[in-house]
């Protein structure tokens, strides 16, 4: 599954927000039902998993974590516990915790970002500023791919 695009929307009052036709039909494509919501870890915005995927990341998670051991508890606890399951209702919307829109400043408009197999969603003015920093893209990819056989795109 792959979601491509990048879309804007609104928030309600009550945290709904449309996800987008697009990313809609991939979920629908793919039979997959319900997400799951999380903060994200490096930036300040939320990430939507299709399920399937978020249990392959706990699944991963777990088995890489000694049951035994404190430290590892603690973070598989802290990992799981701030997720939400979301169902889209019947007009393809999802409900945002207060908490999790507090979280990535999001009070109304709403940018949605399709990155590969899950979703970003942003605060758009958080998003733009975010974005428009200027980076090395290109230099970036040419030091990470320069090294990889010339089959490979």
Request: proline fraction near 3%.
């Given at each position: 599954?792959?979601?491509?695009?990048?879309?804007?929307?609104?928030?309600?009052?009550?945290?709904?927000?449309?996800?987008?036709?697009?990313?809609?039909?991939?979920l629908e494509?793919?039979?997959?039902?319900?997400?799951?919501?999380?903060?994200?870890?490096?930036?300040?915005?939320?990430?939507l998993?299709p399920?399937?995927?978020?249990?392959?990341?706990?699944?991963?998670?777990?088995?890489?974590?000694?049951?035994?051991n404190g430290?590892?508890q603690?973070?598989?606890?802290?990992?799981?516990?701030e997720?939400?399951?979301?169902?889209?209702d019947?007009?393809g919307?999802?409900?945002?915790?207060?908490?999790k829109?507090?979280?990535?400043?999001?009070?109304?408009?709403?940018?949605?970002?399709?990155?590969?197999?899950?979703?970003?969603?942003?605060?758009?003015?958080?998003?733009?500023?975010?974005?428009?920093?200027?980076?090395?893209?290109?230099?970036?990819?040419q030091?990470?791919?320069?090294?990889?056989?010339?089959?490979?795109?």
């Amino acid at each position: 599954m792959r979601f491509t695009g990048d879309y804007t929307a609104k928030a309600d009052s009550k945290g709904r927000v449309f996800l987008p036709a697009a990313m809609r039909k991939v979920l629908e494509a793919s039979g997959e039902t319900r997400c799951v919501l999380r903060s994200d870890l490096f930036q300040r915005c939320l990430v939507l998993y299709p399920e399937s995927l978020w249990n392959e990341l706990v699944d991963s998670l777990r088995g890489r974590l000694n049951r035994w051991n404190g430290t590892h508890q603690q973070l598989f606890r802290k990992f799981v516990s701030e997720a939400d399951v979301v169902e889209l209702d019947s007009n393809g919307r999802i409900l945002i915790t207060r908490r999790k829109l507090d979280y990535a400043g999001i009070t109304s408009d709403v940018r949605f970002l399709a990155v590969d197999d899950h979703i970003e969603i942003w605060d758009k003015q958080e998003c733009e500023s975010v974005l428009s920093q200027q980076t090395t893209l290109g230099e970036d990819l040419q030091a990470i791919m320069a090294d990889l056989p010339p089959n490979i795109i």
